[in-house]
């Protein structure tokens, strides 16, 4: 029945939310930012019911262990303009996807250890436009991009392939 959804007021690098379920999704309540604001946010995932990750723009990236009362940056890449989407496949690892400062890059990040650090993907992203990532399997994750471009990576997402529409 708890549920998290993230998102921004615009659809371009706006100030962003977090918002929690307890009841299924009847009701939603703000519980970030506690004030003030925060960067656009376009991607959340929670591993458990305490912790969870948000990612969005201005490299803007936060982990929660207590189910969302606080949260504390996390630095994943380098170099990052914001992070698309974030998913984990067990409470120990996951992938980011972000476009670079040189906006016509992407890169893939990879944890192994609850996200306490990253590496990049070595190959196969940079030109992706990746709007979205999911995980089959510890090792089987999809990225799907613009323009029809569908990616998969066979290796927990180190590299990948462009496969199209299949």
Do not use: H
Not at 10 to 27: C, L, P, Q, S
Not at 128 to 152: L, R
């Amino acid at each position: 029945t708890v549920g998290y959804a993230c998102g921004m007021q615009y659809t371009y690098d706006a100030d962003g939310v977090i918002v929690k379920t307890v009841d299924g999704g009847n009701n939603w309540t703000q519980i970030w930012p506690a004030s003030g604001t925060i960067d656009g946010l376009q991607g959340i995932w929670f591993t458990s019911d305490q912790v969870g990750f948000a990612c969005g723009w201005n490299n803007y990236f936060i982990k929660t262990t207590d189910g969302g009362a606080t949260w504390t940056p996390v630095t994943v890449g380098t170099g990052v303009w914001y992070y698309r989407d974030v998913e984990f496949w067990d409470a120990s690892n996951g992938i980011a996807v972000a476009v670079m400062n040189n906006s016509s890059d992407q890169a893939a990040f990879i944890t192994s250890n609850g996200g306490t650090t990253w590496t990049p993907s070595t190959t196969g992203l940079a030109t992706a436009d990746v709007m979205g990532i999911s995980s089959a399997s510890a090792n089987i994750v999809f990225a799907v991009g613009t323009s029809g471009n569908v990616y998969k990576s066979t290796d927990g997402g180190k590299t990948w392939k462009n496969i199209g529409l299949e």
